[in-house]
């Protein structure tokens, strides 16, 4: 599938890697339906998204943990374009902390139950609700598609971040049955699991913490946001790649 001329929908794509990627699918020609919940970062988005060459962009305020929204938005998304040729599944939140902590003989903390259920909503139940609206989309229209997955390297386990790397590890979990389940329609499904990338939130760590992380990274730098958007971009083009994950880690190992 080339991205030229695609409609490709992008959750959490005002922002961040979302962002990245929208422009870098809109300076190959890519049709954009942009989905978050900022309405002023989606209205700077769908801007530069025109900038970099896209043939057509629009936004959708939808919250992809709503049942209901995502419902009636990716069935907007299908009237306004004619159809959904791919889905980046890229919303999702981190709520990190410790499962318990434990300090002269007492539990002094414990990861409050809202502190786990508002990942998982976004970041396993938002994937979910999407990817399914998306595929339903596709297989009506009998056209094909692809539905990209953001993962994490933090799948495989990460101090901190047991609501976060058990949505990461869903994440690869869905991505493989999708592709098993999906692609008799022609159906393509697969994951990218980043590592550290360069984003707005890497960019406001304190110094210690940044020489911790890029201490962990063999090549010793961040990943970049265009890195990340470069195999999407394959995902989408390779005709053959399918229930697989990409890494782009730098070589790390959490």
């Not at 025109?50 to 990716?74: C, L, P, W």
Request: glycine share 10%; net charge negative.
């Amino acid at each position: 599938m080339q991205v030229n001329n695609s409609v490709i929908v992008i959750t959490g794509g005002a922002q961040g890697l979302g962002l990245a990627m929208a422009e870098h699918f809109a300076a190959q020609g890519a049709r954009l339906a942009l989905i978050d919940m900022n309405d002023d970062a989606l209205s700077e988005a769908v801007q530069s998204c025109q900038q970099q060459g896209a043939k057509d962009v629009r936004s959708y305020i939808i919250n992809v943990t709503d049942e209901e929204a995502v419902e009636s938005g990716f069935a907007q998304i299908d009237r306004d374009f004619g159809g959904i040729n791919v889905l980046v599944n890229n919303a999702g939140v981190l709520r990190d902390g410790m499962l318990v902590k434990y300090k002269n003989g007492e539990v002094t903390h414990k990861m409050p139950l809202s502190q786990w259920q508002s990942v998982i909503d976004v970041n396993l139940t938002g994937t979910f609700l999407c990817g399914r609206e998306a595929a339903a989309v596709m297989a009506k229209r009998e056209q094909g598609g692809v539905i990209i997955n953001i993962s994490s390297v933090a799948r495989a386990g990460n101090i901190g971040q047991t609501n976060y790397s058990a949505t990461k590890a869903g994440v690869v979990a869905m991505t493989v049955t999708w592709a098993r389940e999906l692609g008799r329609f022609g159906i393509r499904c697969g994951a990218i699991a980043p590592g550290f990338i360069e984003t707005p939130m890497t960019q406001a760590m304190k110094p210690e913490a940044v020489e911790r992380a890029l201490a962990m990274v063999p090549l010793k730098r961040w990943g970049q946001p265009s890195e990340v958007a470069d195999s999407a971009r394959y995902i989408i083009e390779n005709d053959f790649f399918s229930g697989r994950v990409i890494e782009i880690d730098g070589g790390v190992r959490l």
